[in-house]
């Protein structure tokens, strides 16, 4: 059985850390260290901080990849369910 790391960018630890304390960056360190593919979801009318903890995270972990959701705010998953449930049960069905 595979193991997956799903972003779905609405944690709150990630913005504190990369935000406000750079000097004290003990969770979003971490981020490098995952090693199992990691799919960040991008809603098309996310707020500017995620989207830079998103790029954050596509950067520094191996294999991550995006994939977005037109017209879509930061809660995509009660938005737009269908195509948020489509795209994470593909996510979960690669080899």
Known sequence: ??????????????SVNLKFKEQDMT??????????PVLVI??????NYVIEIADYIL???NGSKSVGIKSAG???NMERPE?????????????
Not at 3 to 11: H, K, R
Not at 27 to 36: F, L, P, Q, S
Not at 42 to 47: K, S, T
């Open 74 to 76: 930061h809660f995509a």
């Open 83 to 95: 195509d948020f449930n489509k795209i994470i049960f593909k996510f979960m069905n690669e080899k």
């Open 59 to 61: 950067k520094n972990i």
């Open 27 to 36: 969770t979003i360190d971490k981020v490098a260290e995952i090693n199992k």
């Open 42 to 47: 991008r809603p098309e009318f996310e707020m």
């Open 1 to 14: 059985m595979k193991l997956y790391f799903t972003i779905l960018l609405i944690t709150t630890s990630f």
